[in-house]
């Protein structure tokens, strides 16, 4: 299974955009990736603090052909992208319901999963922030991100290819064929 990236340099937010994509065109699977957010949104209406460096990615897929509740494909995000920030640092990456990550108890990444129905199809949109280069600042909620904890840069193209292997794969595990 494929995605096709549709790549912006600025988007209200990724989620907004995907919504858009299903609405208007017949792809089935796709990422979009922006290097800014002007409206980045996370888990209960929050702002989503989107600054430059950092990821802002967006899968979408059609729910059809995956026989899996939406609880456990809550679960299966939050351990692909625990996978890729594992692949950068040896350091315990800890779950925090229902779609954040944390490493020291500091918020890293942060997932927004929204469904849409077109012409009767179910998608799934599945919004990944992580903090590369730079934390938000948010009273009472620690943050942190890839940089301060590496002492270095990773190139976000690479961890982009790696994110979209990961879930490549992992669709493709879950993906009931006809």
Known sequence: ????????????????RAIKIIK????????????TQSSGRGQYGKKWISYKGNLFVSFFFELSNINISIKKLTRLNCLAVKKLLSIYT???IILKKPND?????????????????????????????????????I??????????LL???VPKNK????????????????????
């Open 1 to 16: 299974m494929k995605f096709k990236i549709f790549r912006f340099k600025k988007v209200n937010s990724t989620n907004n």
């Open 24 to 35: 208007k065109t017949n792809y089935k699977y796709g990422m979009i990736i922006s290097e």
């Open 90 to 92: 040896k350091k315990r």
């Open 101 to 137: 990550l944390l490493i020291n108890k500091r918020k890293i990444s942060g997932i927004l999963q929204e469904r849409l129905k077109k012409f009767g199809e179910n998608y799934l949109i599945v919004g990944i922030g992580i903090n590369l280069t730079k934390s938000p600042n």
């Open 139 to 148: 009273k009472n909620y620690p943050t942190t991100n890839l940089h301060e």
């Open 151 to 153: 002492n270095k840069k």
């Open 159 to 178: 961890i982009e290819d790696k994110l979209k292997k990961i879930y490549e794969l992992q669709l493709t595990k879950i993906y009931k064929r006809k």
